[in-house]
């Protein structure tokens, strides 16, 4: 059965309407994660405690935008599993021109709503899209720049959510992959053609940039 998918386009401000009348008095304040450089650097975002939901950490992260530091200004970014949003945020931060985020958790959807509000994001800049990953690349249909693909380690979902993004063409030849497991990266691309064009790993934390070899042909 397909999720419902449901899109949030950001506005100014961009506020949804949240039923408080049952709040629990016991009910768990969120985590928080900080961006850590450029227009939103210091700022905090929040997150949900949730099985599989890790934002990814400092350290690493300052790796990957070192990696992706001639490519990310100006990019359409696709972040394919949000959670916290800190790759999707922490891109826009450092000059993407637009992030769409997926996540299927609607608690987490919450959280993600409030960060775009306090960091006063404008519609042009992010999408939020709520609904399962697989189903949602298939309704999408525009190729991008770098994309981050971060599932919860035990869905093993690396090459199902590469598939998607090869079937519906959502990468064009110069498009950069983030990827980050808890396994050898090569293990989570096993029958998909890739380059790897940059890895590391960082404690139990694989990860690394890659290229889909398969040439891109325009729909």
């Known amino acids: ?26 009910s768990q304040k969120p985590s928080q994660v900080r961006i850590i450089g450029g227009q939103y650097k210091r700022r905090l975002v929040s997150f949900i405690e949730a099985d599989g939901l ?14 992706l530091l001639a490519d990310i200004h100006d990019a359409l970014v696709l972040d394919v599993c949000a959670g916290s949003g800190v790759l999707g945020f922490e891109a826009l931060s450092r000059g993407a021109k637009c992030v769409t985020m997926i996540e299927k958790n609607i608690k987490q959807i919450d959280e993600l709503t409030k960060s775009i509000n306090l960091l006063n994001i404008h519609q042009n800049s992010l999408t939020l899209i709520h609904g399962c990953a697989e189903e949602v690349l298939k309704t999408l249909d525009t190729p991008f720049d770098v994309i981050f693909l971060d599932p919860p380690y035990s869905l093993d979902l690396w090459a199902t959510l590469l598939n998607g993004i090869i079937d519906s063409h959502l990468y064009h030849n110069d498009s950069l992959i ?42």
């Not at 401000?13 to 009348?21: A, E, L, V």
Request: proline share 5%; hydrophobic share 30%; charged share 35%.
């Open 1 to 26: 059965m397909t999720d419902k998918i449901d899109k949030y386009l950001t506005k100014k401000p961009f506020i949804t309407k949240k039923n408080t009348k049952h709040h629990q008095k016991n």
């Open 178 to 219: 983030y990827i980050e497991s808890d396994k050898p990266l090569e293990l989570c691309v096993q029958g998909i053609d890739v380059t790897f064009v940059k890895r590391t790993k960082i404690g139990q934390v694989y990860a690394g940039i890659i290229k889909i070899n398969a040439r891109f042909i325009k729909k």
């Open 54 to 67: 890790r934002p990814t950490p400092d350290r690493l992260r300052e790796t990957i935008f070192n990696w």
